[in-house]
């Protein structure tokens, strides 16, 4: 915040245990939490490809800086609170993100979005 100012958005990228990529790599009778290794390696290269998104401007338009911190549920499931500054953000420009809820599907592999409306305070 002091080198940046108040962040624009805050967004939560979480692990689906039900994605195809880990299921598939399930044994009959094992839960995703009996394969934690899948489960990290599935979720980072996902991560990965979202962070990109950011990074490159396609999901949010212009970025300064993107902070974020991985932290893992019960049952070993990955998730990631992700704080992005935009070029020119809390301006007032008229930018808005579409948010989805549980069982909306997105083109998007796996993200919901969620807006800071309100300017943080640091």
């Known amino acids: 915040c002091r ?3 108040a962040p624009d958005v805050f ?6 245990p039900k ?3 880990i299921t598939a790599a399930l044994e009959p009778g094992q839960a995703p939490s ?6 990290v390696r599935v979720y980072h290269m996902k991560l990965a490809e979202y962070l990109d998104e950011i990074k490159s401007g396609r999901a949010f338009g212009p970025i300064k800086a993107v902070l974020y911190t991985i932290e893992f549920q019960k049952h070993g499931l990955p998730h990631a609170h992700i704080l992005v500054w935009r ?3 809390n301006d007032g420009d008229g930018w808005s993100v579409v ?3 549980r069982g909306q599907e ?17």
């Open 99 to 101: 948010s989805c809820s």
């Open 34 to 39: 009996d394969r934690a290794d899948v489960v």
């Open 87 to 89: 070029i020119g953000g």
């Open 11 to 16: 967004t939560t990228f979480t692990c689906n």
């Open 19 to 21: 994605w195809p990529e």
């Open 3 to 5: 080198v940046h100012g």
């Open 106 to 122: 997105l083109d998007h592999p796996c993200v919901c979005f969620a807006f800071v409306a309100a300017p943080w305070r640091c």
